[in-house]
C-alpha cells in the first residue's frame, strides 16, 4: 500500500463549482497536514496547514483532516479559473522547523470559464 | 512573502558530467531542504540541511549527490555523474516555521541525455 495516495485526475469543473479534492494515507504517525498548488514547472506553493483533525477554513478554501480514516480533503468554494493547477496534498509526523514532506502524486483540475 | 531563489531554471546535461544546482533560500534560515519530482511522479524528499550539516536523508540521495553551503548564504546540489534517470525538477525549500509548511524555490529542470 502506498503510504500516500491521491487521485490524479484530471478533474474539469465549471467556474464556481464547488471542488473536492482528496489523500488518504496508511502511516497513522501523520501529524501535519497540508495541501499545496503547483502550477506548470513551478514550485509547491502551500495553501493550508493543518494539525491533527479538525478543519481550517482560509476563504474559499476549507481542508478537512479525518485521522480516524486517513482521510483528508480539500474544498475549493466558488472556484475559477485562475485555480487551474495541480493540487498536492503532503502530510508529516512532525512539525517546527525540521521535518520532511511525503507528497501524493497531485491532482491536475482545470476550472472552465 | 520571502522567496526561494534557485539557478539555473534549466540545465541539459550530457549522461556522467557533474551538475551543480544552485539555491539562495530565505536569509538566516538553519534548515534546508532538496526534494526532486520526476515529470508526472510525486515530489520526493532527497536531503535535509541543518547548521551546515546533513540531517536527514533519503534512499535517492546516494553517493552520487552531495549538498554544501560553500559561501554561508547559498546552497548547492550537486550530482556527480548523471544518469539519464536523474531528469527531474529538483526544488530547494525551507520551513515556514509556526506557520507551518515550507516555501519552494520555483525550480531547476534537468535534463539529462
Known amino acids: 500500500q502506498k503510504e500516500v495516495e491521491q487521485d490524479p485526475g484530471p478533474l474539469s469543473v465549471p467556474e464556481g463549482a464547488i471542488v473536492s479534492l482528496n489523500c488518504t494515507y496508511s502511516n497513522s504517525a501523520f501529524q501535519y497536514f497540508m495541501w499545496y498548488r503547483q502550477y506548470s514547472r513551478k514550485g509547491p506553493e502551500l495553501l493550508m496547514y493543518t494539525y491533527s483533525s479538525g478543519n481550517k477554513e482560509d476563504g474559499r478554501f476549507t481542508a478537512q483532516v479525518d485521522k480516524s480514516s486517513k482521510y483528508i480533503s480539500l474544498f475549493i468554494r466558488d472556484s475559477q479559473p485562475s485555480d487551474s493547477a495541480t493540487y498536492l496534498c503532503?502530510?508529516?509526523?512532525?512539525?517546527?522547523?525540521?521535518?520532511?514532506?511525503?507528497f501524493g502524486k497531485g491532482t491536475l483540475l482545470t476550472v472552465n470559464p | 512573502e520571502p522567496e526561494v531563489t534557485q539557478t539555473p531554471s534549466h540545465q541539459v546535461t550530457q549522461m556522467g558530467q557533474e551538475v551543480i544546482l544552485r539555491c539562495v533560500p530565505i536569509s538566516n534560515h538553519l534548515y534546508f531542504y532538496w526534494y526532486r519530482q520526476i515529470l508526472g511522479q510525486k515530489v520526493e524528499f532527497l536531503v535535509s540541511?541543518?547548521?551546515?550539516?546533513?540531517?536527514?536523508k533519503s534512499e535517492i540521495f546516494d553517493d552520487q549527490f552531495s549538498v554544501e553551503r560553500p559561501d554561508g548564504s547559498n546552497f548547492t546540489l550537486k550530482i556527480r555523474s548523471t544518469k539519464l534517470e536523474d531528469s527531474a525538477m529538483y526544488f530547494c525549500?525551507?520551513?515556514?516555521?509556526?506557520?507551518?509548511?515550507?516555501?519552494f524555490g520555483s525550480g531547476t529542470r534537468l535534463t539529462v541525455v
Open positions: 503532503a502530510m508529516s509526523q512532525s512539525g517546527g522547523s525540521n521535518y520532511k514532506l511525503t
Open positions: 525549500a525551507n520551513p515556514k516555521g509556526a506557520s507551518g509548511g515550507y516555501t
Open positions: 540541511f541543518y547548521n551546515n550539516e546533513i540531517s536527514e
